[in-house]
């Protein structure tokens, strides 16, 4: 069956840096685009970022230029580097692939 298994997230202070990982299998992952998505309390769902089966990347504005998608086939996994993190960024982070969804991997951004 289809699995995500999303991890990286913690604590750390403003402009810090984390690096979130996801783990699939169950699909084949190669042929997917892939993205992650965050929820913080009481906000709706959005998309961060998206990095395409030949690699291309699209970003929400508000991370532009601090986070970096990047993907590696042959280990089923797509990764968010995030750099100079704010409050604003502390959510749930998901990474979905074909059509499920993870538990997700908590980000919180405080000093």
């Known amino acids: 069956q289809v699995q995500l298994v999303e991890s990286g997230g913690g604590l750390v202070q403003p402009g810090g840096s984390l690096r979130l990982s996801c783990a699939a299998s169950g699909f084949i992952f190669s042929k997917w685009t892939m993205g992650w998505y965050r929820q913080a309390p009481g906000k709706q769902r959005e998309v961060v970022a998206g990095v395409t089966t030949g690699g291309s990347t699209v970003y929400a504005d508000s991370v532009k230029g601090r986070f970096t998608i990047s993907r590696v086939n042959a280990k089923n996994t797509v990764y968010l580097q995030m750099n100079s993190l704010k409050p604003a960024d502390a959510a749930a982070y998901y990474c979905?692939?074909?059509?499920?969804w993870g538990r997700g991997t908590q980000v919180s951004v405080s000093s």
């Open positions: 979905p692939g074909a059509h499920h």
